[in-house]
């Protein structure tokens, strides 16, 4: 791998640390408060599209800003995985930022302003989690978009979401000072650097004479990693995703589909791949014993999913089993497994943010929640439903929607490693999630209304909050026609 010291990837950060402040200095200036965030997500993502072509060439982008002790500095580079999340997060923003303004308004929300900067701040998490060059500055980012997204959890104010609020931060700052915060000593202590390496996913951090002389302490230290990265949402250490659910439904699709969750399956990413890479996570047996726990996250959650009537928990636990695909894969450590795992980190976040963002345009418009009582509101809301039916077909695995593609690698991934009992989790799981999605969509095109329901009350929800659902909808079958999209950034990164 070809390293450029540039200080180019120090740009997108800059000017999403610097947006939520003239965010905060437009105070009650709507309209310039909210054209902020359009102008600073467009230009984040302008400036990470520059970087493309250097990735692209196999290159490495890398800047070290300040450096505390031998081993241990903040340090950015962006390769072909970074570029994935970091070319996601400002994408996203500029088309969540159309919908909160819809969403917003519509629903009169109060303190629109410390809104608007915590959602600008977290892009800003996200960012610097998607170019940490090390552990350190991981860590750093992933505990700012714990810290800035807990006003979003908290919006409402009011008992509900100061409980979910409470859980959302007792589990993700919890673990990650038990857990994650140990792991990064630990390896600091083993291997004298937090720096990840940049010469592809063979090698980790730690030689092999310190695998060798130490193995159960790398053990150890893989297990703190995976326990403190809570934001993957693995089983244990998922109850807090469903809880979070009391936010307004932009900061669920926020949480579920670009900063909170993708932060974690990245990082989880991030440590098994450069952290610990391929031998070691082979020469430790620490491959399959992941990727079960991963399998059996993936099918209870399902399962779960399928017992909730009220929209955002039935998308909340389909979050928490989605997510696990991408662990499943990236821990199997074998090629395909990787690729699959790897772009549903990416065709995911398209498709649950068109679901959450369906879910909360149909709540403006009818203020409902409950799935038995949306029967016959696709025929009032057929944008909205025909958005949230091809993000369904993507979560299932349908072609040509891109989460075909993603299960397709996984599946294959899977069999060219001779585990049956992976492959049967990810195909019940597949049926698990028709099991979920079907229903909503068949109710709402197909069954007589609820006695209870007015059709004849209802409508669309404001152009700004369908607009972005549907392209994010017509983006995830254009991922599923084009994966190479995301597949050329892997397998540069991968060496495939």
């Known amino acids: 791998m070809l390293v450029v010291n540039s200080s180019l990837v120090l740009w997108p950060l800059a000017v999403t640390l610097v947006a939520p402040f003239l965010v905060l200095l437009a105070g009650q200036r709507i309209n310039l408060r909210e054209s902020i965030s359009f102008v600073a997500g467009t230009v984040t993502f302008a400036l990470v599209l520059t970087t493309a072509p250097t990735v692209l060439a196999g290159g490495i982008i890398r800047y070290e800003l300040f450096r505390l002790i031998p081993g241990v500095s903040v340090t950015f580079a962006l390769d072909g995985l970074g570029f994935i999340f970091a070319f996601i997060a400002p994408f996203l923003w500029v088309l969540a930022t159309s919908y909160n303004i819809g969403y917003m308004r519509s629903l009169k929300e109060h303190a629109q302003t410390r809104y608007y900067f915590c959602f600008a701040v977290a892009i800003f ?25 807990y006003p979003l959890v908290a919006h409402h104010q009011d008992e509900e979401g100061f409980t979910g609020a409470k859980k959302y931060l007792v589990y993700l700052m919890g673990t990650s000072k038990l857990f994650l915060l140990p792991a990064m000593v630990l390896t600091y202590v083993l291997a004298g650097t937090l720096d990840f390496p940049l010469s592809g996913i063979r090698d980790g ?19 703190l990693y995976i326990a403190g990265l809570a934001k993957a949402a693995l089983m244990p250490f998922h109850n807090w995703l469903p809880s979070a659910m009391v936010a307004p439904t932009p900061v669920s699709a926020l949480l579920h589909a670009v900063a909170v969750v993708k932060a974690g399956v990245f990082s989880v990413s991030r440590i098994i791949l450069s952290g610990f890479g391929v031998e070691t996570m082979s020469e430790l047996g620490l491959s399959l014993p992941t990727a079960y726990v991963a399998a059996f ?32 894969g990236v821990a199997l450590v074998a090629p395909l497994a990787v690729q699959g795992g790897l772009l549903h980190i990416g065709h995911h976040a398209f498709s649950k943010i068109t679901l959450f963002f369906g879910a909360g345009s149909i709540y403006v418009a009818s203020h409902l929640k409950s799935i038995k009582k949306m029967n016959g509101l696709g025929r009032r809301m057929p944008f909205t439903f025909g958005a949230f039916g091809l993000a369904s077909l993507s979560m299932i695995g349908v072609p040509p929607v891109c989460g075909f593609v ?20 990810l195909l019940c799981s597949t049926i698990l999630n028709a099991g979920y999605f079907v229903p909503i969509f068949y109710r709402a095109f197909f069954l007589a209304p609820d006695p209870s329901v007015k059709l004849e009350d209802y409508k669309e929800a404001p152009v700004s909050m369908v607009a972005p659902l549907v392209l994010t909808s017509i983006a ?18 991968g060496g495939f």
């Not at 993603?406 to 989790?425: E, P």
């Open 205 to 223: 951090i730690f030689s092999k004479e310190v695998v060798a002389a130490h193995p159960d302490l790398v053990r150890l230290t893989y297990v």
């Open 476 to 493: 995830s079958v254009f991922l599923g026609l084009f994966p190479s999209v995301f597949q050329n950034f892997i397998r540069i990164f």
């Open 297 to 328: 996250t993936i099918v209870v959650a399902s399962l779960i999913a399928l017992t909730k009537d009220d929209i955002k928990a039935r998308l909340a636990y389909s979050t928490v089993s989605q997510l696990s695909y991408v662990v499943l």
């Open 406 to 425: 993603s299960k397709w690698y996984l599946v294959n991934g899977a069999l060219d490693q001779g585990q049956l009992i992976l492959l049967i989790a």
């Open 125 to 149: 998490g996200a960012i610097g989690v998607a170019m940490a060059g090390n552990v350190f500055t991981l860590y750093l980012f992933y505990e700012i978009i714990s810290v800035f997204t």
